[in-house]
């Protein structure tokens, strides 16, 4: 009896283990993919693009993308026929507008970074409220960010009605 008391416990506590597992409802969600999902930060972002800085500065870089080209393509086709004079302005032309765009560049993720900042202090709360109420009508035991998932069946994500249910609350 006393070598079957183990085994009667090992066998018990398997079948509670798997009963368990049984009504454990697994979920993956990406909650910064919801939140600038939403129609809120959508609208942001449309709202930073129609900025005459944000315009401004996106032309300029557009521009100093297209003199880069340019210069590079004009380079390809007479570089063999430059004298070391020409090489030389060619080559400081090229570093003002790799300087000129780079700095644009970084200005442009500025201004994207800090709207990101607004958007997530903005919807954080609401996001994780709508987050909240999801898990429980799921009836979800156990939530997972979908970034520590490897592989996951697409019902099981909620990434897509949590944004939904972000929309709603911000209306």
């Given at each position: 009896m006393?070598?079957l ?6 066998v ?18 990406d909650?910064?993919?919801a939140i600038?999902s ?7 972002q ?15 870089y557009d ?11 004009e380079a ?20 003002y507008?790799?300087?000129d765009?780079?700095l ?22 609401k ?13 979800v035991t ?19 009605k ?7 609350k911000?209306?």
């Open positions: 006393r070598k008391k183990p085994v009667l416990f090992f018990l506590a398997s079948l509670m283990t798997g009963s368990a597992l049984a009504e454990t409802k697994i979920a993956v969600v909650l910064g993919a600038f939403s129609e809120v930060a959508q609208k942001r449309s709202e930073l693009q129609a900025q005459s800085e944000y315009a401004a500065l996106q032309a300029k521009s100093t993308a297209a003199d880069l080209n340019a210069l590079q393509k390809e086709s007479k570089r063999l026929t430059w004298s070391q004079d020409e090489a030389a302005e060619f080559q400081k032309r090229m570093e507008l790799r300087a765009i780079e644009t560049a970084r200005k442009l993720e500025g201004e994207v970074r800090n709207l990101q900042n607004r958007i997530i202090k903005e919807l954080q709360p996001a994780q409220e709508a987050l909240e109420e999801l898990v429980k009508q799921e009836n156990l939530l997972l960010r979908s970034e520590a998932v490897l592989l996951a069946e697409p019902q099981i994500n909620l990434t897509g949590l944004t939904e249910r972000l929309n709603q911000t209306k």
